[in-house]
């Protein structure tokens, strides 16, 4: 008896919610709503697929929600008010974004400090430069906005598949790849098991924790500009408690918050359990919409205590363990 | 005065000099305090009124960090505890509406103790789960609403006077006495640092490292409750969407501002409370100014990388820095 892994409860929790909700409200079983999940959730699938880099690496990124929130701010004021072309305001605010990530992981690594604290600093320098920038939600009328924002593949049953929920799958499953197949994701791993093992393995640590969090702000630009297609305008204020959302998903998609497990799935599954429960509660039209944080706080209860059961399932001591085998 | 300030205060006290000296740059009358109706009035009372709820929140926070840990729903806490007792605040006597909302404050402290103290949960992950859930446990209390009041009694606490100072100024300087006497007037301070800088050689040496974390997270809890009846009392009412928003970061700020280390080991009260009071000079600053205050957020970001960088292990001025790159360019 070796225990489930936790990606698999996560799909298990997922499945049964699922089907719960199905069975109340037959609708919820169509690929129209399952289109609009993947749709309303594509901006925090992205923004938890770098996340989980981050945490399996044994840190945390709080600037996440902020650096969204400068994002679409960015691009919506250099389409609308300084005439750069869609394509070159991505590009520029792509290329931002990854600096700062890559600034917040040269201070973890060289100073030495925690990445809390690091990135809680980014997160307000983030969030008070979108605010410096403006302060008004600013409307994006660029046609490409439409085009892309129209653009769906029809799904059997009149669902939508977005453009938006493509980039997203399409972001996820490229993340799965780039952690399970190559150096770079093993060396995410083995950071996260224990950083001085690592660096006298021979990873190069410092280079590493810049790239994880550059990764992790280039994914927040990206699911910055993704969040400008979904709502066509640029506000500072947007993304607000962002990072929470997505540190509860990567938790509940059972990756480790002391790092060295995980898995980009386990994310994904992660997301699309919390857009379940935000579309359970629309659906019932009488629970109010903070039942949304109770019961977010209630499965990241769940996960966790699940995860230390597992933990110390693990530690326990050998002979213990072969007489529970017999 | 050197008993009370260790001399590690110095970098804090300049700092708090050097703002106090720019905001009297901005606005010429910051220092002006006039006597009116039996209650001192001007900028200065000002930052402190302010200051409280951050105050009351770091003087919990900076005993749990001591620990080598973190509690994020000081601010959810907060938010519940203004919901509670905005909600009793017309029907019931203020005792009974301090006990109920104290004593939530007391649950959700025993809650986030018991997760890091026996469950063994990290801090971090163990807190997160009450600023998710507390949130919307305080709307639950509120139910939606923004609950208002007009309880003479509850409204005292938050704008009343007390030899011509405010209330809430009162209640966190008593705290800060009380906190202050019972872990520095016994082995109490002592036993935490050592929690904190290694559970496991205190645990063997017979410290009883599971009742420190457990009632330091108590102690947070409750000074959360207080901050949050201070805030209700304010504005005479609970916000439970804004009540104590972000307030946990503030806190953390104010903690690190103050010199206690994020690793635990060490920790001091006097710092903490200057740190809070360093946050809310800044702020109070930059509303003065007249710049906008959207430049707040940008400054503090400054600041607190300025005091992470000065706090660095790995930098002891100049020198260090380095060192450091003729090591990794080697």
């Known amino acids: 008896m070796r225990g489930l892994p936790p990606v698999l409860i996560t799909a298990i929790v997922l499945v049964a919610g699922f089907a719960l909700c199905?069975?109340?409200?037959?609708?919820?079983?169509?690929?129209?709503?399952?289109?609009?999940?993947?749709?309303?959730?594509?901006f925090l699938g992205i923004v938890a697929t770098g996340m989980t880099f981050v945490i399996i690496s044994?840190?945390?990124?709080?600037?996440?929600?902020?650096?969204?929130?400068?994002?679409?701010?960015?691009?919506?004021?250099a389409i609308e008010r300084w005439g750069m072309p869609p394509l070159v305001a991505f590009v520029a605010i792509l290329a931002l974004s990854a600096a700062f990530g890559a600034a917040m992981g040269a201070v973890i690594h060289v100073f030495d400090l925690p990445p809390f604290i690091v990135t809680l600093a980014g997160m307000f320098l983030a969030r008070g430069a979108g605010f410096l920038l403006?302060?008004?939600?600013?409307?994006?009328?660029?046609?490409?906005?439409?085009?892309?924002?129209?653009?769906?593949?029809?799904?059997?049953?009149?669902?939508?598949?977005?453009?938006?929920?493509?980039?997203?799958?399409?972001?996820?499953?490229?993340g799965a790849l780039l952690l399970q197949l190559t150096r770079f994701g093993a060396n995410v791993y083995a950071l996260g098991g224990s950083r001085a093992t690592a660096g006298l393995m021979g990873v190069?640590?410092?280079?590493?924790?810049?790239?994880?969090?550059?990764?992790?702000?280039?994914?927040?630009?990206?699911?910055?500009?993704?969040?400008?297609?979904?709502?066509?305008?640029?506000?500072?204020?947007?993304?607000v408690g962002v990072e929470l959302d997505t540190i509860a998903a990567v938790v509940i998609g059972g990756t480790l918050l002391t790092g060295g497990q995980g898995s980009v799935i386990g994310t994904f599954l992660g997301v699309l359990i919390q857009g379940l429960i935000q579309t359970y509660i629309n659906f019932d039209g009488t629970l109010s919409s903070w039942w949304t944080k109770i019961a977010t706080g209630v499965l990241l209860f769940a996960f966790i205590a699940l995860q230390q059961g597992l933990v110390a399932f693990a530690r326990r001591p050998r002979t213990k363990s072969l007489g529970a085998a017999t | 005065?050197?008993?009370?300030?260790?001399?590690?205060?110095?970098?804090?006290?300049?700092?708090?000099?050097?703002?106090?000296?720019?905001?009297?740059?901005?606005?010429?009358?910051?220092?002006?305090?006039?006597?009116?109706?039996?209650?001192?009035?001007?900028?200065?009372?000002?930052?402190?009124?302010?200051?409280?709820?951050?105050?009351?929140?770091?003087?919990?926070?900076?005993?749990?960090?001591?620990?080598?840990?973190?509690?994020?729903?000081?601010?959810?806490?907060?938010?519940?505890c203004g919901a509670i007792a905005a909600s009793l605040a017309d029907s019931h006597s203020l005792p009974v509406v301090l006990a109920a909302a104290l004593g939530a404050g007391l649950v959700c402290g025993l809650w986030n103790g018991f997760l890091v103290a026996v469950l063994g949960m990290q801090p971090i992950v163990a807190t997160l789960i009450l600023m998710v859930a507390g949130r919307g446990i305080a709307q639950l209390i509120t139910e939606g609403r923004i609950v208002t009041f007009s309880s003479p009694d509850l409204v005292w606490l938050g704008n009343g006077s007390v030899l011509g100072l405010p209330v809430p100024v009162v209640i966190a300087l008593g705290m800060l006495i009380l906190t202050g006497a019972v872990v520095r007037g016994s082995a109490l301070g002592l036993l935490i640092e050592a929690t904190g800088g290694n559970a496991r050689a205190s645990e063997l040496s017979g410290v009883g490292t599971r009742a420190m974390i457990l009632s330091v997270y108590v102690w947070c809890g409750v000074c959360a409750a207080l901050a949050g009846v201070i805030a209700a009392a304010?504005?005479?009412?609970?916000?439970?969407?804004?009540?104590?928003?972000?307030?946990?970061?503030?806190?953390?700020?104010?903690?690190?501002?103050?010199?206690?280390?994020?690793?635990?080991?060490?920790?001091?009260?006097?710092?903490?409370?200057?740190?809070?009071?360093?946050?809310?000079?800044?702020?109070?600053?930059?509303?003065?100014?007249g710049y906008p205050p959207e430049f707040n957020l940008l400054v503090k970001a400054v600041v607190v990388l300025a005091v992470l960088l000065l706090q660095s292990p790995k930098l002891s001025g100049f020198a260090g820095v380095a060192a450091r790159l003729r090591r990794t360019k080697a």
């Open chain 1, 22 to 42: 199905a069975v109340q409200f037959p609708n919820i079983a169509s690929t129209r709503v399952v289109g609009n999940l993947l749709t309303d959730n594509a």
């Open chain 1, 58 to 77: 044994g840190g945390i990124d709080l600037s996440v929600g902020s650096v969204i929130g400068f994002t679409t701010v960015f691009v919506a004021l």
């Open chain 2, 1 to 80: 005065m050197t008993a009370l300030l260790p001399r590690r205060g110095l970098a804090q006290i300049l700092a708090l000099i050097v703002i106090l000296a720019v905001d009297r740059v901005v606005s010429p009358q910051f220092f002006d305090l006039r006597l009116q109706d039996g209650r001192l009035f001007g900028s200065l009372i000002d930052v402190l009124n302010r200051g409280t709820p951050v105050a009351l929140l770091s003087l919990g926070m900076v005993l749990v960090i001591a620990t080598r840990g973190i509690d994020l729903s000081v601010g959810a806490v907060m938010a519940i």
């Open chain 1, 204 to 239: 190069a640590v410092g280079k590493m924790t810049i790239k994880i969090y550059m990764l992790s702000s280039l994914l927040a630009g990206i699911a910055g500009i993704v969040f400008s297609f979904y709502t066509s305008a640029g506000y500072s204020l947007s993304a």
């Open chain 2, 234 to 289: 304010d504005i005479m009412g609970a916000d439970a969407n804004n009540a104590g928003l972000w307030l946990e970061l503030d806190a953390i700020l104010a903690v690190v501002i103050g010199g206690t280390s994020l690793f635990g080991g060490r920790f001091s009260l006097v710092l903490a409370v200057l740190g809070a009071l360093i946050i809310q000079t800044m702020n109070t600053g930059i509303l003065l100014s």
């Open chain 1, 134 to 174: 403006s302060t008004e939600s600013v409307p994006i009328t660029a046609p490409v906005y439409s085009t892309v924002s129209d653009f769906a593949l029809r799904m059997p049953g009149g669902g939508r598949l977005t453009s938006v929920a493509i980039i997203m799958l399409v972001i996820v499953i490229g």
